[in-house]
């Protein structure tokens, strides 16, 4: 039987570049359905270079070239792979954290689907071969593989952990296309990651230009790869060039513009690295702490006005999105602010003492109390936006928090506010009530003036709500029970802003809900600093030891400049277990001018 002509091509794929074996086959492969999108999606350290790829599949993405419509293509054969990214961001990879996978049942009787790490775990063990196979080899292995209808898949995956050979990936994608007529835009992707990973930049281009030959527009995951693979190679340019095509057909990701911005760095174009870096600002993305360190790392010993006020731009974006660098991040702060020209900058690592001095150039701190006007703004701005905002009432009713009002402003001034509910639970191995008596007990020393937050459960005897406990507490602290549904953050909010600025409030959470929902940066930054100046944190203790109390901050725990110096808070060791996370290293920035 004759080999039909793009089998013939496709099995000189090991000895051809994908462009000259795809681009001749193109016009014989049917256009795949507008719903095949897959992304690409590993969890393997090798992937994990490479970059993720994006899951949002939709009418308007990896949308076949074709005139014809969808239903005019042949169904898939096989399973589809459907990855699902996780937003979020790994604060020491500085990378987005690795993606989830599911696997959907096709058409009949539903299947069981496997979770991630099962299905990870399954096929483990699954070793490509070291050298291409033809394709009687190919569908023998696939015949013995425990889930056929996977077998691709997987050992695409497995291709893309061990770092095979190119070579070995096109004599499977000869094989796919001897059975199948035609290569999924899934495996398309797959190979596609696999030549970025080893920097095979020609391929690179094949593989795109094969894609958009096929589909109108990619997914972005896909476009991740393209780009990063560009960037990384002395074609990096192009990658700038495909960026401005990606923004014809959707907002460009994070990491499109961050592989662009790196590609600039590494050939010192400075000017145009930082262009990309306010361009990513302004379509509201948010740039990682991997990006940031890139922009100091290429700019030690530039003499450069303009480029050293873009990097002092930087530590200020820090003060005003309260952004704590990591200690490389700090590391590479510091050499640049060493290896400027002419300027004479030192850098100390160093703890500030608790007046808020630096020990190491005498400088004090910022204070953390509010002014008058500023706090009567701050406390206007919670009123109208978080206390009495369109959430609140969706956590309790008009008529309790119109009770809580009385009975506060009945009872002013407090000098502590405490969260009960939140308190009660920081040891578990003992009973809720034990834990707030332990705090109301520490805090009634000097004979503050305490409210506590309850809720009406308090009030039932039990074996965590003990009720001659509770009336020793009552004795000690006035209690407000809201309902047992509501959420008590604004009832705290608003019992410390009406008590004065001297009251202090005592959680364990961090309360990023309600910064959110003030309605512009200078009260968010208010908010901030409040917080940090009025916020006691408990710890719990260690054995038989009263827990611990980390008090309010008398200064302000954000970057900070005088011009001739900088001290910049960065994560080093803290409590990694606990919401209200503040750093206690600091890096401290100063001038050492020569004598004359």
Same mark, same amino acid.
């Given at each position: ?90 604060? %020491?990879?500085?990378?987005?954290? =690795? /993606?989830?996978? @599911? &696997?959907?049942? !096709?058409?009949? +009787? *539903? ?18 071969? %070291?050298?291409?196979?033809?394709? =009687? /080899?190919?569908? @023998? &292995?696939?015949? !013995?593989?425990? +889930? *056929? ?448």
């Amino acid at each position: 039987m004759a080999v039909p002509p793009v089998m013939a091509l496709l099995s000189r794929a090991r000895h051809q570049g994908m462009q000259g074996v795809l681009w001749r086959c193109r016009a014989l492969w049917p256009v795949p359905r507008g719903q095949q999108l897959l992304a690409v999606a590993f969890g393997s350290p090798s992937w994990e270079k490479v970059g993720g790829v994006s899951s949002v599949t939709s009418s308007s993405t990896a949308l076949p070239a074709g005139p014809r419509g969808a239903d005019a293509f042949p169904a898939k054969k096989r399973s589809e792979v459907v990855y699902e990214e996780e937003k979020g961001w790994d604060e %020491e990879n500085k990378e987005i954290p =690795e /993606e989830k996978l @599911r &696997l959907p049942s !096709s058409a009949g +009787a *539903p299947k069981k689907r496997l979770s991630p790490i099962a299905l990870r775990h399954k096929f483990a063990n699954v070793q490509p071969p %070291e050298k291409p196979l033809q394709t =009687e /080899e190919w569908n @023998r &292995l696939r015949e !013995s593989f425990q +889930a *056929p209808e996977m077998f691709e898949e997987v050992m695409f995956n497995s291709m893309i952990r061990y770092n095979s050979s190119i070579d070995v990936a096109k004599s499977l994608l000869t094989h796919v296309a001897k059975s199948n007529g035609d290569i999924g835009y899934n495996l398309l992707v797959k190979y596609l990651a696999l030549c970025v990973q080893q920097g095979k930049t020609s391929e690179i281009c094949d593989v795109y230009d094969i894609l958009k030959m096929r589909f109108k527009t990619l997914e972005s995951g896909a476009y991740n790869l393209i780009v990063r693979g560009l960037s990384n190679s002395d074609q990096w340019k192009k990658a700038l060039t495909l960026l401005e095509e990606i923004k014809k057909a959707m907002i460009p990701s994070r990491t499109n513009y961050e592989s662009c911005i790196k590609a600039a760095c590494r050939h010192q174009e400075m000017t145009l690295a930082c262009e990309l870096y306010h361009e990513m600002l302004t379509k509201d993305l948010v740039p990682t702490l991997d990006i940031l360190q890139t922009f100091f790392d290429y700019s030690r010993g530039m003499k450069d006005p303009e480029l050293q006020k873009e990097l002092f731009g930087i530590l200020l974006y820090f003060r005003e999105n309260q952004i704590y660098p990591h200690k490389t991040l700090m590391r590479s702060i510091k050499l640049w602010f060493e290896s400027i020209p002419g300027e004479n900058w030192r850098g100390h690592l160093t703890n500030i003492t608790n007046s808020g001095q630096c020990p190491v150039c005498s400088h004090q701190l910022e204070d953390s109390e509010l002014s008058e006007e500023e706090y009567n703004r701050l406390s206007e701005r919670i009123i109208r936006d978080v206390i009495h905002g369109t959430d609140t009432f969706r956590k309790t009713s008009p008529q309790e928090f119109e009770a809580f009002q009385t009975f506060v402003e009945n009872r002013l001034p407090f000098d502590i506010v405490i969260d009960g509910l939140n308190v009660s639970h920081i040891k578990p191995r003992k009973s809720q009530c034990e834990n707030l008596f332990e705090a109301v007990n520490c805090l009634a020393k000097n004979n503050a003036r305490l409210l506590v937050l309850g809720r009406k459960h308090m009030m039932v005897n039990s074996s965590n709500w003990k009720r001659e406990i509770m009336k020793e507490m009552q004795n000690k602290a006035d209690f407000f029970f809201a309902e047992n549904i509501s959420e008590d953050d604004a009832f705290l909010l608003y019992a410390t802003l009406r008590s004065g600025k001297h009251c202090k409030f005592v959680t364990r959470d961090f309360l990023r809900d309600h910064k959110a929902c003030l309605s512009d940066s200078l009260t968010r930054h208010l908010f901030r600093k409040w917080q940090r100046g009025h916020q006691i944190v408990l710890f719990p203790s260690v054995g038989g030891n009263p827990m611990k109390f980390l008090p309010a901050f008398s200064y302000d725990i954000v970057v900070q400049t005088t011009g001739d110096t900088w001290h910049i808070p960065y994560k080093d060791v803290y409590e990694e277990k606990y919401s209200y996370r503040v750093p206690r290293k600091w890096l401290c920035l100063h001038r050492k001018y020569r004598r004359v």
